[in-house]
């Protein structure tokens, strides 16, 4: 059988790659890759994991798309498992199939969970025909059934220390939108100025895939550019999600899973505080750990699939209440109406209130942007404000090419505020050292960070240091001042929700049924609450998500009584 026809108006750059550490193996494959295919699709072979991703990384600065990877489990210094699990933060949207031999089908069962594994093919695979080419063609087949972004050849040009340029890129990293950086000082860099006719004074500049020139876009503008969803098809929704972290993600997949007419809006990208991590190790079926933006990437993937809109950059403002409707405003203007509401607005970093640094930040002081910027850091002495879990996880994946981390805690000990895996994995790393009892008093640079001024509050003693990156991971600051006079809230701004609306039992001023307030329900009937915007609530990525499932639940029971 021949590939599909439709197969051969696929670009000519789009690549199956195959990686074996056996030279015979591996040239055998992709020679009967290339006899089935390679009229139509480039065939890549690699002879081991590291040699496998740097070509990956090539087609991507190429713009070019891969379709399969196929890698066999069992090599030396990194396994097929490992280089898959890799290639998702490169490739997300590639066909995943797992080399294996007859003894290593527990491996593969298990890169199932691990990697989203589509298959596993057993050695030998002679005659191709029959044992190759059908496993190829319905991976084929999947993938371009597949609901795929656009290959993105999105360009930033900005100047390393420029707040806004930093902001741009956090922005389409979290986004999952591909793009390349350069620098406005750089050849490549000022061509694109000139060709945009920019100057270059005002920055950065984004040229889009279609060639449109983006001169220090709004969020909103450069959403739309891109290809992300930022208005809503309907006007009325059964439910409406505001927040895209891992609550918000949880809602709307429950949500739409079970037939709601779903809408999630979120403020810059879905994630949230979660999606920024680079490892997320105890979250339930990850045995192996999973990063932040892999999980919020399958979470959007799921939700799509059953039908939410995502919608980004809408910054909401405002929830009124209309009779059987609620009404959610945006800042724009704008407005959107459903039966209910879920918020989901999670928790924000707290700001830094010492001197220099509100100068300095995007400009060597970071809130999260670990994963945006720890490759600028590598060689670098980097320093990591905060004592929780997500500091910790920072910590651990910057010294991966940071000369030295050095982790700034204000309490007396790790072991009060990290999870316990945690502290174990940043002792076992000789270029972290942690300093308890320590905060930061200034800091000083001009136009990027340069020094900090320590303080240890045991001995009240200063000490200055160079520094050149600072990323700060502390507190939990709800952003819920928008719904003052609207919902009920404790003294620290968390949405109070069920029993915690009273200490009595007694129902909440203005509450107008005759039945109490459901579990996550807050202060005004069919609006309720999931995760880390809730108060008293856990703070971990499970529980949130649990949260979002078990409101949609309450969201059905709520309807059922109207």
């Not at 789009?14 to 992709?30: K, M, Q, Y």
């Not at 609901?147 to 979290?174: C, N, P, Y």
């Not at 992300?228 to 009325?236: E, I, R, S, V, W």
């Not at 651990?396 to 945690?422: I, Q």
């Amino acid at each position: 059988m021949q590939p599909d026809p439709a197969a051969r108006r696929t670009s000519p750059r789009t690549a199956l790659l195959t990686v074996d550490d056996d030279p015979a193996v591996s040239r055998a494959i992709a020679r009967d890759l290339r006899r089935r295919y390679g009229d139509v699709y480039r065939i890549v072979r690699a002879e081991s994991g590291a040699q496998a991703l740097d070509a990956l990384r090539e087609l991507k600065l190429r713009g070019d798309t891969v379709a399969v990877l196929l890698a066999d489990h069992r090599m030396p210094q990194m396994s097929g498992l490992q280089f898959l699990e890799a290639a998702l933060d490169i490739y997300p949207a590639a066909r995943r199939v797992l080399l294996t031999a007859y003894a290593d089908t527990s491996a593969a069962i298990d890169a199932i969970n691990v990697v989203d594994l589509d298959y596993y093919l057993l050695k030998p695979w002679d005659p191709p025909e029959e044992k190759l080419y059908p496993v190829i063609d319905a991976q084929l087949e999947g993938w371009a059934r597949r609901d795929q972004r656009a290959v993105v050849e999105t360009k930033v040009v900005g100047h390393r220390w420029s707040a806004r340029s930093s902001e741009i890129r956090e922005f389409l990293a979290r986004n999952q939108v591909s793009y390349r950086w350069y620098s406005s000082e750089s050849p490549e860099g000022r061509r694109l100025l000139a060709a945009a006719s920019a100057d270059g004074t005002e920055l950065p500049l984004v040229v889009t895939a279609d060639g449109t020139a983006l001169v220090a876009p709004a969020d909103a503008e450069l959403a739309a550019r891109v290809g992300l969803a930022t208005t809503p098809t309907q006007d009325f929704y059964d439910l409406v999600v505001i927040g895209g972290g891992p609550a918000g993600l949880g809602s709307a997949v429950y949500g739409a899973s079970e037939g709601l007419r779903t809408v999630l809006v979120e403020r810059l990208a879905t994630g949230g505080q979660a999606g920024q991590s680079s490892r997320i190790e105890n979250y339930l079926g990850f045995p192996d750990g999973v990063s932040g933006a892999q999980l919020t990437e399958r979470a959007r993937r799921q939700a799509v699939k059953f039908g939410a809109e995502l919608l980004t950059t809408r910054d909401v403002v405002g929830l009124e209440v209309n009779g059987a409707g609620r009404t959610v405003r945006f800042a724009d203007g704008g407005a959107i109406d459903g039966h209910t509401v879920i918020l989901a607005t999670g928790v924000s970093y707290r700001q830094l209130a010492a001197p220099g640094l509100a100068s300095l930040t995007g400009r060597g002081v970071y809130y999260g942007s670990a994963l945006t910027e720890a490759a600028n850091c590598v060689g670098a002495d980097v320093y990591v404000v905060g004592g929780a879990n997500s500091a910790g996880q920072a910590a651990v994946h910057l010294a991966a090419g940071a000369r030295s981390v050095t982790l700034l805690v204000r309490g007396k000990s790790l072991e009060d505020s990290m999870s316990y895996y945690l502290v174990q994995q940043i002792a076992a790393v000789d270029n972290i050292s942690v300093r308890t009892c320590t905060e930061v008093v200034e800091a000083h640079g001009t136009d990027h960070l340069e020094r900090l001024t320590l303080r240890d509050s045991v001995t009240d003693e200063t000490e200055t240091v160079d520094a050149g990156w600072l990323f700060v991971f502390i507190g939990a600051a709800p952003r819920t001042d928008w719904l003052d006079g609207v919902v009920a809230r404790d003294a620290a701004g968390f949405v109070l929700a069920g029993p915690d609306l009273s200490d009595d039992g007694s129902a909440p001023p203005g509450w107008t049924l005759d039945r109490s307030p459901l579990h996550l329900e807050t202060s005004v009937p069919g609006v309720f609450v999931a995760g880390d915007a809730r108060a008293e609530s856990a703070k971990r990525v499970a529980s949130a998500v649990g949260e979002g499932a078990m409101a949609v639940m309450l969201v059905h029971r709520y309807l059922g009584g109207l």
